[in-house]
């Protein structure tokens, strides 16, 4: 009889925790090694979608308003009593908020390994949440950390080093490998559609400031080529402000807003360049991304970006909030189109090497096989 995991998931929105939890969750089922449960603390979002084409139970949802309300105990309690009816061996969370909720259902529950993740260092949780996660940490008979940046960060925390493993995120390289016709793609966008335009594209929330799109856009104001366009992509309440800031300062018709992207394979199929602007980063799934599709990357040393950015080869790291040196090297790569070209290759051939499904899938059930053995 096959050994049941649950992965607990905050939603379905499509964001990078997100993203990851639902291809692991997919892969975990073509494997067959586990028997896998879906549940989530919001059953919303574009990603449902795509779970239903692999996935055909339901999805246990279990809302809370607070952590420190009576509706947590509750939707806890709830959560136990699945583990157990369901036999579950292994609760795998994939974000902040899971991992504090999957530490009570597992205390409740007295029953299945709890395997927490951490995509993300500082910058993102006030001290108060700090420390909540930081019992869940405690708690955990193990930790996924996706960065060895991460990994270390949680180990300066105090946690234990033995439990913290090092996974990282994996990517279906083939979904970036196709072409796409440039001219469908930017009318469908409402994008300029002359041929000379170089697209620099960044995939990012606007939900949160860690992501630093002002920086992009004070770089924009310095990167003088009319060719050379901005895509913002992604949803979030900044949105607004951010389009008044690119009003101001001049950049408005060279930076365009799309909103949510659905295909971004497509959208980077006709993109000239990645960037990345965080302030703080675990490991950024859209670099792996803009590697993946050929592009040439500029992003803050933050996170994780080290460890697949390597300077001069496969693209350019700067230093966070650094606009003038984004700048210049978006418009050093303008400029010399063949050198772009040979990041882009070079970048290709190390998402390959390094950051396949296989991979992932395969370290996630070794970890899984050897939390149960202990």
């Not at 603390?41 to 779970?51: W, Y």
């Not at 509706?71 to 994939?94: E, M, P, S, W």
């Not at 990994?151 to 994996?170: E, F, H, M, T, W």
Request: aromatic share 8%; proline share 1%.
């Amino acid at each position: 009889m096959a050994r049941r995991v649950l992965q607990l998931i905050g939603s379905f929105h499509n964001g990078g925790s997100e993203r990851q939890a639902v291809q692991l969750s997919r892969l975990l089922i073509a494997d067959g090694t586990y028997e896998v449960s879906i549940a989530a603390m919001n059953r919303q979002g574009v990603l449902l979608d795509e779970v239903g084409s692999f996935y055909d139970a339901d999805i246990a949802e279990y809302k809370i308003d607070s952590f420190f309300s009576a509706g947590f105990l509750k939707q806890a309690r709830r959560c136990a009593k699945y583990i157990n009816d369901n036999k579950i061996d292994v609760v795998h969370t994939h974000d902040f908020y899971t991992n504090v909720f999957g530490m009570a259902a597992t205390y409740f529950a007295r029953n299945g390994r709890f395997i927490a993740s951490k995509r993300e260092t500082g910058g993102m949780r006030t001290a108060m949440q700090d420390r909540i996660e930081g019992f869940a940490f405690g708690r955990a008979d193990a930790i996924v950390a996706n960065s060895a940046t991460v990994r270390s960060y949680l180990i300066q925390r105090l946690v234990s080093a033995d439990k913290v493993q090092l996974i990282y995120n994996g990517l279906d390289s083939e979904r970036f490998a196709k072409n796409a016709v440039r001219v469908n793609v930017v009318t469908r966008l409402g994008l300029p559609d002359r041929a000379e335009i170089k697209f620099v594209t960044i995939v990012a929330n606007l939900r949160h400031d860690v992501k630093n799109i002002p920086m992009l856009l004070r770089a924009a104001a310095q990167v003088n080529d009319a060719n050379v366009h901005f895509i913002v992509a992604g949803e979030g309440e900044l949105r607004l402000s951010l389009e008044a800031m690119a009003a101001e300062i001049g950049v408005a018709d060279r930076v365009h807003f799309i909103g949510r992207c659905d295909n971004v394979a497509e959208l980077l199929a006709i993109s000239f360049a990645g960037v990345l602007t965080s302030k703080a980063e675990g490991f950024s799934n859209s670099l792996i991304e803009y590697m993946a599709a050929g592009l040439p990357v500029v992003a803050t040393n933050v996170g994780g970006a080290a460890e697949v950015i390597e300077e001069g080869v496969n693209g350019y790291l700067v230093a966070s909030d650094d606009d003038k040196a984004l700048a210049e090297r978006l418009t050093e790569l303008a400029k010399d189109p063949s050198l772009a070209a040979r990041f882009g290759e070079r970048g290709k051939q190390r998402v390959s090497q390094d950051f396949s499904l296989d991979a992932q899938l395969r370290n996630t059930i070794k970890l899984y096989d050897e939390a149960l053995a202990k």
